[in-house]
């Protein structure tokens, strides 16, 4: 059982725009601790997608965006390409790093 | 740009012991923690524990807590994980992912991580 609840599975049309959640509680998202994405593409490593809430490091589309509002963060992407369909995690800290349980991202 | 490079394959039976290593590159190495994550087979990211290469404290997952052992060689900018009696169950890739801190430095990321290590117990 994740600290860090996400939806198993999205998905969407090229070009459309979609929204994976990320559900924390008081003990870490709520208690202020930032919200970190990773994006796993088949067969790879994970690697950073936003960090610190919002902020991309570079390289990364500005198709994608975080945001952060009470004991939840939420990740946005926009203008859906075929190479986005990967599997994402959510990660903050609640006493030790912990993760969210992933979301498969299709596009369709 | 630092990169963590990872040992390769294993295959081991149940009872085995086993190090895996995640070699960084640069010499700014012993100034992060180094994190180790398990992917099992079709499922998510765990958080086994991390490392200061500076003076090898570690902290670990009630999860994983006496189970695995994490080190790290600062002299060769090298972390470990290992297993002294594998299970089954130990079956997964095993990441290693540097701690980047940013903004006022109390908060990190994982960035770089590993390329995994993909470990196979099976008798």
């Known amino acids: 059982q994740s600290a860090l609840t996400q939806p198993p599975s999205v998905s969407g049309a090229p070009g459309q725009r979609v929204t994976i959640s990320c559900t924390g509680s008081s003990s870490n998202i709520g208690a202020g601790y930032d919200v970190h994405w990773y994006q796993q593409l088949p067969g790879t490593a994970p690697k950073v997608l936003i960090f610190?809430?919002?902020y991309r490091p570079s390289g990364v589309p500005d198709r994608f965006s975080g945001s952060k509002s009470g004991t939840s963060a939420y990740l946005a992407i926009t203008g859906l390409q075929a190479e986005d369909e990967a599997d994402y995690y959510c990660q903050s800290y609640d006493s030790r790093p912990v993760f969210g349980g992933g979301t498969k991202l299709t596009v369709l | 740009e630092v990169q963590l490079v990872q040992s390769g394959a294993e295959v081991k039976k149940p009872g085995e012991s086993l190090r895996i290593s995640c070699k960084g590159s640069?010499?700014?190495?012993?100034?992060?923690?180094i994190t180790w994550v398990r992917q099992m087979p079709g499922k998510g990211l765990e958080w086994i524990g991390m490392?200061?290469?500076?003076?090898?404290?570690?902290n670990y997952s009630p999860s994983f807590q006496g189970h695995v052992i994490i080190s790290a060689d600062k002299s060769i900018s090298t972390a470990y994980l290992q297993w002294s009696s594998l299970k089954t169950s130990d079956t997964a890739i095993y990441y290693c992912a540097r701690h980047t801190y940013y903004g006022s430095g109390s908060q990190f990321r994982f960035d770089p991580w590993g390329q995994g290590t993909m470990v196979t117990v099976s008798s």
């Open positions: 640069g010499n700014s190495f012993p100034n992060y923690w």
């Open positions: 610190g809430n919002s």
């Open positions: 490392v200061d290469p500076r003076d090898s404290y570690t």
